[in-house]
């Protein structure tokens, strides 16, 4: 349907299409920047990890709404709209980080952020690995190990199983 749409349009309807799918939504307005402005993907990525961060902190640094699904969509969507797999881990291991941070500061939560925690941390080492970026990010995620030394539920024994399977 939608290719039988496209396909009736002339070059000039086309480009206007796109101009209006730009203007009307910021997902496409992000993935055309990342595509054609490279160098300014460090905006883009700097407004995702303020969405991530704000899941997990007030401005004022105290408990934010802990609303991890909100968090997780963000890094989602981030991953597609990016053109710099560099960046997508990045902001996967902030939000581990982010999620690791907010346990050490506020003390344990429950399975479930845990489990969103890890998962992303798996996420995240498994595109290290996939991409040969050992070099760039294994120092963030050994700290991410060691920030988890003492909390409970089994999260840090579960994300030190993780980093042994991907960096040991």
Do not use: C
């Amino acid at each position: 349907m939608l290719k039988q749409y496209l396909v009736n349009m002339t070059k000039e309807e086309l480009i206007e299409e796109i101009q209006q799918l730009n203007r009307r939504f910021r997902q496409v307005k992000e993935y055309y920047q990342a595509r054609l402005e490279p160098h300014k993907t460090e905006d883009v990525l700097v407004s995702y990890k303020e969405r991530v961060k704000r899941e997990f902190f007030t401005r004022t640094g105290k408990p934010g709404p802990l609303r991890l699904g909100m968090g997780r969509k963000a890094v989602l969507e981030f991953a597609k709209v990016q053109a710099n797999i560099t960046h997508q881990i990045d902001l996967e291991l902030f939000y581990v980080e982010q999620g690791v941070m907010f346990t050490n500061s506020f003390g344990d939560i429950d399975e479930p952020f845990y489990m969103s925690i890890e998962s992303m941390f798996e996420r995240a080492l498994k595109n290290i690995k996939k991409h040969h970026l050992e070099s760039m990010f294994v120092n963030r995620a050994e700290k991410i190990v060691r920030d988890t030394n003492g909390i409970g539920w089994g999260f840090a024994d579960n994300i030190e199983y993780l980093y042994s399977q991907y960096f040991k």
